[in-house]
């Protein structure tokens, strides 16, 4: 069968199931993408948008494999987009600050300059000549200079709209109910509206995976971890990188406004916004920028984002559902993952080698606790 007589069956459309449908449609597959509720409206819309493959890392391996070379993918694949659907996701590239405060933090930072890439120890004095609002009280820092980013509302219209150029049939509204299987394979799933059957079916929904596959015996290790965020403006640019100490992080938008965040909380699916968090990020934004205790107070959210116990997102088939592909889990980097898992799900669909090897990242992997 070639690729134009095939069809794909995406459950989720977040920024991941979108990524997927992006590809898959520009590999000439029809894709039908469906939602519970609206598009991006869960984790992909909440997030910051730090595309962190160096400041986000602690140690080497297949993860940080993955993250650089989604992040390498990233200024390409934001131009393909723009040109595609004609909305920009607003890829800014000037990298990330990470300020130390104390000589354990300045200790860990340290740690990671013998085996990661793009990164230098700058002094506190150097810190403040690029960022002259920074905290005096600052040891010093990593600069990571790759570590660029997109605006997640704007990346997430960007993906919608050059979908619909290229075809996709969308179904908002429209939960996934349970997967069907027949003949020893997933092919479809059961919607109010009736079935929908597909070649490939691809389950991309983030903190909720797990629900559709634990029936087949596949018990997906996924939980939600909160984050709440609040937003703050400046009547005048403050910053123009992005700043980031321990526990907290500053992103500056093109609109003026400044993201930050962001807690991380497991309470369950409960995405309420609590007035006591929206007074700790502010004052640990604080410390860091001080002149942010003058801010505008702008807004605040929260998402849910797709936990795994080892941090590492599920990509791949497993053994006990022949026909199901699982991309899902991406926690705390799935804005940065999207251009990666977008092409590693396409190139498995059309049998091709992939671009990493996904083994670390299998469904059925045996999982350790984050470290
Ligand atoms: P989601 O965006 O949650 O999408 C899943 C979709 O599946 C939803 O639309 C949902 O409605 C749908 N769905 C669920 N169940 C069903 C069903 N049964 N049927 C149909 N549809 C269903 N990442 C970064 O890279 N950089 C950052 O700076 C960053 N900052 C973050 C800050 C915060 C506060 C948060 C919360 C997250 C942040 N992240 C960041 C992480 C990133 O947002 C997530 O990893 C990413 O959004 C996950 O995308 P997803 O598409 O898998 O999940």
Redesign the pocket.
């Known amino acids: 069968m070639n690729s134009r007589n095939r069809s794909a069956l995406i459950?989720?459309?977040?920024?991941?199931?979108?990524?997927i449908a992006f590809e898959l449609l520009r590999a000439g597959i029809q894709v039908t993408l469906?939602?519970?509720?609206?598009?991006?409206?869960?984790?992909?819309?909440?997030?910051?948008?730090?595309?962190?493959a160096q400041v986000?890392m602690h140690h080497p391996g297949a993860f940080y494999e993955l993250c650089e070379w989604s992040q390498q993918l990233y200024h390409k694949w934001t131009e393909d987009l723009l040109q595609t659907g004609g909305i920009s996701p607003q890829y800014i590239e000037k990298g990330i600050l990470r300020a130390a405060f104390t000589e354990e933090d300045e200790l860990e930072l340290r740690s990671r300059l013998p085996w990661i890439h793009n990164a230098e120890w700058l002094t506190s004095k150097e810190m403040r000549t690029i960022e002259p609002g920074l905290s005096r009280d600052i040891r010093g820092g990593l600069r990571f200079q790759q570590d660029h980013?997109v605006h997640?509302v704007q990346l997430a219209l960007a993906l919608q709209a050059s979908i619909l150029r290229l075809g996709c049939e969308i179904r908002e509204w429209?939960?996934?109910?349970s997967l069907i299987e027949h003949n020893g394979r997933i092919q479809g799933?059961r919607?109010a509206d009736g079935e929908l059957l597909a070649d490939q079916v691809i389950l991309?929904?983030?903190?909720?995976?797990s629900?559709?596959t634990e029936p087949f015996g596949l018990k997906l290790q996924l939980f939600p971890?909160?984050?709440?965020?609040i937003s703050l403006r400046t009547a005048a640019p403050i910053i123009s990188s992005t700043v980031f100490t321990k526990g907290c992080?500053i992103?500056p938008k093109l609109d003026g406004s400044m993201?930050i965040?962001?807690?991380q909380e497991e309470c369950g699916y409960d995405k309420r916004c609590h007035a006591s968090v929206i007074g700790s990020l502010h004052s640990a934004a604080t410390q860091l920028l001080p002149e942010l205790d003058h801010a505008e107070f702008v807004s605040t959210?929260?998402?849910?984002?797709?936990g795994t116990p080892d941090g590492l997102?599920y990509m791949g088939q497993s053994v006990k559902m022949p026909g199901l592909i699982i991309?899902?889990?991406?926690?705390?980097?799935?804005?940065?993952?999207?251009p990666a898992t977008g092409k590693l799900i396409k190139q498995l669909i059309m049998d091709e080698p992939t671009s990493i090897n996904l083994s670390s990242f299998t469904p059925d992997r045996v999982l350790a606790p984050v470290q």
């Open positions: 459950i989720g459309g977040g920024i991941i199931g979108c990524s469906i939602d519970k509720g609206a598009l991006n409206k869960e984790a992909s819309t909440a997030a910051a948008g730090m595309l962190g986000e980013q997640p429209t939960p996934a109910f799933v919607t991309a929904s983030g903190a909720w995976a629900a559709l971890v909160k984050g709440q965020c992080y992103v993201i965040g962001a807690t959210w929260a998402g849910l984002r797709p997102p991309a899902a889990g991406h926690y705390r980097n799935g804005i940065l993952l999207a």
